[in-house]
């Protein structure tokens, strides 16, 4: 006998989601648990000189933003040339990486995380250019997205890229560490509730990318981030 209730609705798609989210996590604890096993009595000296060389065969690091989808908050991640991590670096020469199909991922989680949202549509063919674009530096990525914004919320800005002289830098203010979240307690804005289409299920999530912002509120997004200026 079934115990199924006919009058309930069975969301395919959020048990297809929690199945792949379930899979993919006993996939990788499996893989932890295998790599333990073979490597319970490896000395700890050559299990660093392995990761050593696993980091220089990868030659990458990230670039990661938050959005929220039907299991939570989730960060998703850009991968960086490892060959332009080296400090000092000009912005203009951090180089994209191809590394781990991360264009195809982030899309897919970007239409998991929106693509019930009310202004998926509007902006989804633009954004979707970007994330599979053939940007070499993320320079050239991260302002792409930043036109893609500025003309979504029709703002009267130009974007200007120069040499920071002294100058420049004796007269600016320097924001770069406050983005990226390594200090997000810092911020000087405020949090302010707005709708979000996955608010049902795990209540509202502060501290997203702007994308999040846009694709529950559209242009309406002006006013909000006006409230959360200082």
């Not at 115990?3 to 297809?16: A, C, K, T, Y």
């Not at 899979?23 to 009595?41: I, V």
């Not at 009267?156 to 600016?172: G, L, S, V, Y």
């Amino acid at each position: 006998m079934s115990h199924l209730n006919p009058n309930q609705h069975f969301d395919v798609e959020s048990w297809r989601d929690r199945q792949i989210a379930q899979r993919t996590k006993d996939a990788l604890a499996a893989r932890d648990a295998a790599f333990a096993e073979k490597h319970a009595d490896t000395p700890l000296r050559e299990l660093a000189l392995y990761l050593a060389r696993c980091a220089r065969t990868l030659r990458h690091s990230h670039h990661r933003y938050l959005v929220d989808g039907p299991n939570g908050t989730q960060r998703l991640t850009i991968a960086l040339d490892g060959t332009t991590n080296a400090m000092p670096v000009r912005m203009r020469d951090v180089r994209i990486s191809e590394h781990g199909n991360w264009r195809h991922l982030h899309w897919g989680a970007l239409y998991s995380a929106y693509g019930k949202s009310p202004y998926f549509d509007y902006i989804a063919d633009d954004l979707h250019s970007i994330i599979g674009g053939e940007q070499t530096s993320l320079l050239e990525f991260n302002t792409a997205l930043q036109n893609l914004i500025i003309d979504f919320l029709d703002l009267p800005i130009e974007i200007e890229t120069k040499p920071i002289t002294p100058e420049i830098a004796a007269e600016a203010t320097d924001l770069r560490s406050l983005i990226g979240g390594k200090k997000p307690d810092t911020l000087p804005i405020t949090d302010v509730p707005y709708y979000q289409v996955w608010a049902s299920r795990h209540g509202f999530q502060p501290g997203l990318s702007i994308l999040d912002l846009l694709m529950n509120t559209g242009r309406e997004s002006i006013y909000t981030l006006q409230k959360m200026l200082p």
